[in-house]
């Protein structure tokens, strides 16, 4: 069986670029507007002799001011069922949000393997990081920089640790 690793959280914490990183692909645009990933991209890749699929969900990224609680709920939907594990995406330059914290409540009553990777943590004391993010109660925060790829090998092992 090849597990489904599916890429969540809100705009602009580093969703496409984790997603290149773990499927070497240019399949999803990086970008530094926010809602430029509309639809899901998905990849393959494979650690060791592991395979994997891995699922960018433009995610979290309202139309409208209207309904944005709704809409996240909606998507956040979407992202559970096709999800063997999750990967909520924070942003540890920006820190904690009250988006964040309404994703990680969808995320946690799904009752699915979640895992917490606190992005652009690059130069970033991991003790400060992990402290703020582990409010979450999404389990303790994996730094990592999608950028620079530091930590990225560690998130994806543990992601298919059960598989
Ligand atoms: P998405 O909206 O969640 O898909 O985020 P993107 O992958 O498009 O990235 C948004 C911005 O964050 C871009 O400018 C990226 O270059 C930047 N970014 C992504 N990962 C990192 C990281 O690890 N460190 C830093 N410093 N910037 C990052
Ligand atoms: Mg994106």
């Given at each position: 069986m090849k597990p489904t690793l599916v890429i969540v959280g809100?705009?602009?914490?580093?969703?496409?670029?984790?997603?290149?990183?773990?499927?070497?692909?240019?399949?999803?645009?990086?970008?530094?507007?926010?809602g430029l990933t509309r639809d899901r991209h998905y990849g393959h890749g494979r650690?060791?002799?592991?395979?994997?699929?891995?699922?960018?969900?433009?995610?979290?990224?309202?139309?409208?001011?209207?309904?944005?609680?709704?809409?996240?709920?909606?998507?956040?939907?979407?992202?559970i069922a096709e999800a063997d594990v999750l990967i909520f995406v924070v942003d540890v330059r920006t820190g904690l949000t009250s988006q964040d914290k309404v994703i990680a409540d969808l995320l946690r009553r799904s009752g699915r393997p979640l895992?917490?990777?606190?992005?652009?943590?690059?130069?970033?004391?991991?003790?400060?990081?992990?402290?703020?993010?582990?409010?979450?109660?999404?389990?303790?925060?994996?730094?990592?920089?999608?950028a620079h790829g530091e930590g990225v090998r560690e998130l994806v092992e543990l992601a298919l640790a059960p598989f």
């Open positions: 809100r705009p602009n914490v580093g969703k496409s670029t984790l997603f290149n990183r773990l499927t070497r692909s240019r399949d999803a645009l990086v970008a530094d507007q926010p650690l060791g002799n592991k395979p994997y699929l891995v699922v960018d969900t433009g995610g979290f990224e309202p139309q409208a001011k209207e309904g944005i609680v709704k809409e996240m709920a909606l998507q956040a939907e979407a992202a895992l917490l990777a606190a992005n652009k943590g690059e130069g970033m004391d991991r003790a400060v990081v992990s402290a703020e993010f582990y409010e979450l109660g999404c389990g303790a925060p994996c730094v990592i920089s999608s």
